[in-house]
């Protein structure tokens, strides 16, 4: 069982910059591949990036490339997301998953654990 509680998110102009964290229970943290999701109000949740237990292999949405890295760090059980440059269309909800595996996954379904997320609203 793995409990995930993010952080991080707030109010930002468009242009800035947040970084999410999010911090996991347990002690087999590395064993667990890592996702982050979003979802803006009346969407479906969608993918945003996700990093295999070493955090060697990260994969991300179209859109976020070049302008998000996703990041682990084993010794403290928590996943970040770093959001650079960001636009009024990254306002959403984002929240964190995890799935005891070794390779990442970008489907929602895959994933077992969820936190409850953290708001991003980006103004203009």
């Known amino acids: 069982q793995v409990q995930l509680v993010e952080s991080g998110g707030g109010l930002v102009q468009a242009g800035g910059s947040l970084r999410l964290s999010c911090a996991a229970s347990?002690?087999?943290?590395?064993?667990?591949?890592m996702g982050w999701f979003r979802q803006a109000p009346g969407q479906e949740r969608e993918f945003v990036a996700a990093l295999n237990w070493s955090g060697n292999i990260r994969y991300y949405r179209e859109s976020v490339k070049g302008r998000f890295t996703i990041s682990r760090d084993n010794a403290k059980n928590t996943v970040y997301l770093q959001m650079n440059s960001l636009k009024l269309e990254d306002t959403a909800d984002y929240y964190c998953a995890a799935k005891r595996a070794t390779y990442y996954y970008i489907s929602a379904a895959e994933y077992d654990y969820w936190g409850q997320g953290t708001q991003v609203t980006v103004s203009s």
């Open positions: 347990g002690r087999t943290f590395s064993s667990y591949a």
